[in-house]
């Protein structure tokens, strides 16, 4: 079982997600959303870094699995989310974690079955592919849904590579 911990990167809200997986089964071990509200960028910034190092310290994933940045209307947002990732990704280095990044429309695709699912599809696809009894907020289930793409992805290529071929 791969232990995965899933990052959705925001200035304001960043989600988290860990699940173990063996690439058809996928547990639950937890998720939630750093609240960074109130405070100017910097100290935003060394929230994200101590919340996500302290989730890796606890849970000992071994990789990280994260949102690219997708190309937003607003320059301004765009430079904060890159900002943010920039935390989380300083934040797995740090404590030695593999770092794997992915779109959202491929992230959509592995988990709802295309890449225009909206919010409420990909909550509704996170319950029930973890057996969840509810969904999770919008930013905690994306970050799942970013540590299940992984999940799938690393074992498609496992198993391109046992079968001698090579994958993308």
């Keep these: 079982m791969l232990r995965i911990i899933g990052i959705d990167p925001g200035s304001r809200q960043t989600g988290y997600g860990l699940i173990e997986s063996d690439g058809m089964h996928s547990l639950h071990l937890t998720h939630g959303v750093l609240k960074l509200k109130g405070k100017p960028l910097p100290p935003r910034l060394g929230e994200i870094f101590k919340g996500i190092s302290a989730l890796i310290q ?3 994933p071994e990789v990280m699995a994260i949102e690219e940045v997708f190309v937003a209307r607003n320059p301004s947002s765009a430079l ?8 989380a990704i300083c934040a797995a280095e740090h404590c030695g974690l593999n770092v794997v990044e992915y779109t959202p429309t491929r992230i959509k695709q592995a988990v709802v079955g295309t890449g225009r699912a909206d919010k409420a599809q990909i909550q509704h696809m996170v319950k029930m592919i973890l057996g969840l009894r509810e969904r999770p907020q919008a930013d905690a289930a994306d970050a799942l849904a970013v540590a299940l793409s992984h999940a799938h992805t690393h074992t498609t290529l496992r198993r391109q590579a046992s079968h001698g071929k090579r994958g993308t």
Excluded: D, P, T, V
């Design 80 to 87: 904060k989310l890159g900002q943010a990732r920039g935390a």
């Design 58 to 60: 606890e849970y000992q």
